[in-house]
């Protein structure tokens, strides 16, 4: 046991108070004039589509030629 209360293995702190979804904060004002929230742009937007698309083509890909190889059908997109 260190000397703030906590084990040496513990890894998060306690939580003081546990909500299902975090508050928004307030929106920022500067001289009036309000600040825009932070949002995704098209290039993350990009990104994420490729980062999930491009695994499930190579997953799909594989399964397929699994399946011709195995089986004998061509069940992938390059056989219609």
């Known amino acids: 046991m260190r000397a703030d209360g906590y084990d040496d293995g513990w890894i998060f702190p306690p939580f003081?108070?546990?909500?299902?979804?975090k508050r928004r904060p307030p929106v920022q004002e500067i001289m009036g004039h309000r600040i825009a929230?932070?949002?995704?742009?098209w290039q993350a937007?990009?990104?994420i589509a490729l980062a999930v698309s491009l695994p499930v083509g190579v997953l799909g890909s594989l399964l397929d030629a699994l399946m011709q190889t195995v089986f004998g059908l061509c069940?992938?997109?390059?056989c219609w």
């Open 75 to 78: 069940t992938g997109l390059w």
């Open 37 to 41: 929230e932070p949002r995704l742009t």
């Open 45 to 47: 937007w990009a990104v």
């Open 16 to 21: 003081q108070e546990q909500r299902m979804f």
